[in-house]
């Protein structure tokens, strides 16, 4: 007052003697916010703060547990782990984790129960118990694919989801065993393993068919998984009844694999069609199936393999019954590029036929028109010399006119289908004679059967009520064909298409193609795709980092590690509900990704 700071509080009394100024001044309010971590995480935020601050609180999980929820005063808030609250008086805010639960699936063969599958903590220890029915046994375990022998419990510690299965045998079985038996030559289950390739097929049927009725021989069903893989068992007694010879092994014509259905990640299409190959193939394709054709026309294996093998100018020394090509590409095999096109050739075949044939007879069995031309170029290759070459005209004009037969007025629709056929064909021959590498094949590939899908295919099946669109509507229909490489991002193409650019990688998670090699991945945000020699080279827009990756090296997986170029060092990435966590192996810590 007047110059002076009067003591006092905000209201004093003052006399008054002359002219007199006063001025009243004020602080902001300051408060404490507590921020407190209940088990299994930590949090920040805490402090000092002015009234009406808006402070923001984080929590961060730590390994093995999971954010449940802020409890701010008495209050529980809503929103993720990351939130923001607005100062206005003394306040406490309480983040809540709960450890993380896994899932023991548990399924028991014939003869048998299962009891203990559940939900359970991280580390917990669950037990899973076999009971067999009267006149069986317990046999054995199998865990997350790997046998265990024992007895009727299982113990299992729950670090991830896992997936127990119990195998149960007849009495009568038991007590076989204990008696020496010279004949069986069999001591203990064989597992049947193998990929499923039109492109890769997802959760297609597989079965095991040993007496040619196309009905499967195993007690579960079996599906290929989203890599296209897949693998059942056969036990010890299964495998003495299927061995007819006595030989002590599985011969190719002692039981065959089939695949049906499913969705071929290469187009995100159902496949309607069947691949067949025999018991002791790892890999079930268009071109095992003419194998196992030709093995069932009456030559043995590998007489079967090199007829195929010369049909298509192939290396001599792969087995297209073993030989996956696009694992082979990727690893720069030389003799992948023929193999792909072969594959990829007899692929577009059966794909168009199956689609073509339901224009002309809706009600034709999914999977036989396929299969039928597969063995009408099956009986060509048997009956050629290793000169000659498959008519492909002939074995898809004569296998439409024997499955219309019945059909009035079909001669145009064969014809015209036949050339729509031979000249995505014509297109896949083009790819070999390019003189591409393997990957670089495998790519024009890929984008060539993704482009006869949208053009060809989808496009006759959506013709349905347009009775033109193979007669008169056929010029411009071919007119239209358009299989040429528009440089496809190549991720992009070894992904499952879901519809608006949106695709699926089996190994790389969900992302959006915009073209010119940027995608939108969820949750990693922009990136840069360069496709290197032996991986990929990508640029983190969020990061502003170049990362490199792959699915695989040698059979060994990589992602999610990335090798960063800016600190020289490998990085793992964590997903969880709060976005992305990334490990430094360098400065063993953890952070969370901007």
């Given at each position: ?6 003591s ?8 008054i003697t ?6 009243a ?24 703060y002015?009234?009406?601050t808006e ?12 954010f449940a ?27 809540a984790?709960?450890i993380n639960?896994?899932?023991?699936i548990?399924?028991?063969g ?5 009891q203990g ?11 899973l ?24 419990e299982?113990t ?6 896992r997936?127990a299965?119990?195998?149960f045998?007849?009495?009568e ?7 020496p038996?010279?004949?069986?030559q069999?001591?203990e ?6 990929v ?7 959760n297609?049927?597989?079965?095991f068919?040993v007496?040619?009725d196309?009905?499967s021989?195993?007690s ?18 299964e495998?003495?009844?299927y ?13 065959r ?7 071929d ?5 159902v ?5 067949i ?9 268009p ?11 009456g ?11 010369q ?6 020394s792969v087995d297209?019954?073993q030989?996956d090509p696009y ?11 023929a193999v792909?096109?072969?594959?990829h050739?007899m692929?577009?075949?059966i ?10 007879t ?6 036989q ?40 007025n079909?001669?145009?629709f064969?014809?015209?289908?036949t050339l ?8 896949h ?9 393997a990957?670089?094949t495998?790519?024009a ?5 993704r482009?006869?899908?949208e053009?060809?295919i989808?496009a ?15 010029e411009?229909?071919?007119?239209d064909?358009?299989l ?9 193409l070894l992904?499952?298409?879901?519809g ?13 193609d915009?073209?010119?090699q ?6 990693l945000g ?8 032996n ?12 990362w490199w990756?792959?699915e695989?090296?040698?059979?060994r997986?990589?992602f999610?590690w990335i ?16 976005g992305?966590k ?9 952070r969370?990704?901007?």
């Amino acid at each position: 007052m007047g110059g002076e700071s009067v003591s006092g509080g905000a209201e004093i009394v003052f006399e008054i003697t002359g002219p007199t100024s006063a001025e009243a001044t004020f602080s902001l309010n300051q408060y404490a916010l507590d921020v407190i971590a209940g088990t299994g995480g930590t949090v920040s935020g805490a402090g000092t703060y002015g009234h009406g601050t808006e402070v923001t609180l984080l929590a961060t999980a730590d390994e093995g547990y999971s954010f449940a929820g802020w409890t701010v005063g008495e209050e529980s808030v809503s929103g993720g782990a990351e939130i923001v609250v607005e100062i206005t008086g003394p306040t406490s805010a309480e983040a809540a984790f709960v450890i993380n639960q896994f899932t023991l699936i548990a399924s028991a063969g014939e003869g048998g129960s299962i009891q203990g599958a559940g939900v359970f903590e991280l580390n917990a220890v669950a037990t899973l118990l076999a009971t067999p029915k009267d006149g069986y046994a317990f046999d054995f375990w199998i865990l997350d694919g790997t046998k265990i022998s024992g007895n009727e419990e299982l113990t299992v510690v729950m670090t991830d989801t896992r997936d127990a299965t119990a195998y149960f045998k007849l009495q009568e079985q038991v007590a076989n065993e204990d008696e020496p038996n010279e004949e069986n030559q069999f001591t203990e289950p064989l597992e049947i393993a193998g990929v499923a390739i039109d492109g890769y097929l997802e959760n297609a049927e597989v079965i095991f068919d040993v007496d040619g009725d196309g009905i499967s021989e195993l007690s579960q069903k079996v599906y290929t998984k989203e890599d296209g893989t897949f693998n059942f068992l056969l036990t010890e007694f299964e495998l003495e009844e299927y061995d007819l010879n006595q030989n002590g092994k599985l011969d190719p014509t002692e039981g065959r694999i089939i695949i049906s259905g499913g969705i071929d990640r290469a187009t995100g299409s159902v496949f309607e069609g069947r691949l067949i190959s025999d018991a002791n193939a790892t890999v079930v394709s268009p071109l095992s199936t003419l194998v196992t054709q030709l093995i069932e026309k009456g030559l043995d294996k590998s007489d079967a393999l090199v007829k195929v093998g010369q049909a298509f100018d192939l290396d001599d020394s792969v087995d297209l019954t073993q030989f996956d090509p696009y694992a082979e590409a990727m690893e720069g095999s030389s003799s992948a590029v023929a193999v792909l096109v072969a594959n990829h050739r007899m692929a577009n075949i059966i794909n168009q036929s199956e689609a073509l044939i339901k224009k002309a007879t809706p009600d034709f069995q999914s999977g036989q028109i396929g299969l039928d031309m597969m063995d009408a170029i099956a009986y060509q290759i048997m009956e050629s010399s290793s000169e000659e070459r498959i008519d492909l005209d002939k074995a898809v004009t004569d296998t439409f006119e024997q499955a219309l037969a019945k059909l009035p007025n079909q001669d145009e629709f064969v014809q015209n289908a036949t050339l729509l056929i031979t000249a995505a064909d014509k297109k896949h021959l083009e790819v070999q004679d390019s003189a591409m590498d393997a990957e670089q094949t495998m790519f024009a590939l890929l984008e060539q059967q993704r482009k006869v899908d949208e053009q060809i295919i989808k496009a006759v099946k959506n013709s349905v009520g347009n009775e033109t669109f193979l007669t008169s509507d056929l010029e411009k229909v071919l007119g239209d064909l358009d299989l040429s490489s528009g440089g496809a991002n190549p991720l992009a193409l070894l992904s499952k298409p879901l519809g608006e650019n949106w695709h699926s990688s089996a190994w790389f998670g969900n992302f959006l193609d915009i073209g010119n090699q940027w995608i939108f991945h969820y949750p990693l945000g922009w990136l840069y795709i360069y496709k290197a020699e032996n991986g990929y080279w990508i640029w983190d827009a969020q990061l502003e980092d170049w990362w490199w990756t792959v699915e695989k090296v040698q059979g060994r997986k990589v992602f999610p590690w990335i090798y960063s170029d800016e600190s020289k060092g490998w990085v793992y990435l964590l997903v969880d509900e709060n976005g992305v966590k990334a490990y430094d192996q360098k400065s063993s810590k953890w952070r969370r990704r901007k």
